[in-house]
């Protein structure tokens, strides 16, 4: 079993920042993919970044330009810095694992809340 930990959510101001961590329990560096993924309030949990097997990034389009995914795969961890945040970033975040071999993120943190005040 994987566990993800993630740490860096909190409270801050629109315009503000934020970086995200997530902790492995094992290496990062064999899976197809790392996620970050969140959920707002009355809405469905929605991917906002991944990086796929070597450094090949995705995000989604309310995200880009202002949100950047990163890796250490010497310390199994990924980093979502978030720029430029507006309050619809408001939210609990998820850090998620899709090993190669299956068709989703199968492994799942317990989230972080972001919250953006205005």
């Known amino acids: 079993q994987v566990q993800l930990v993630e740490s860096g959510g909190g409270l801050v101001q629109a315009g503000g920042s934020l970086r995200l961590s997530c902790a492995a329990s094992?290496?990062?560096?064999?899976?197809?993919?790392m996620g970050w993924h969140r959920q707002a309030p009355g809405k469905q949990r929605e991917l906002v970044a991944e990086?796929?097997?070597?450094?090949?990034?995705h995000y989604a389009d309310s995200v880009k330009g202002r949100f950047t995914i990163s890796r250490d795969n010497a310390k199994n961890t990924v980093y979502l810095q978030m720029n430029s945040l507006k309050p619809d970033d408001t939210g609990v975040y998820y850090c998620?694992?899709?090993?190669?071999?299956?068709?989703?993120?199968?492994?799942w943190g317990q989230g972080t809340q972001v919250t953006v005040s205005s």
């Open positions: 998620a694992m899709f090993p190669w071999g299956t068709r989703q993120y199968d492994y």
């Open positions: 094992r290496s990062i560096f064999s899976v197809y993919a």
């Open positions: 990086i796929v097997t070597g450094y090949n990034t």
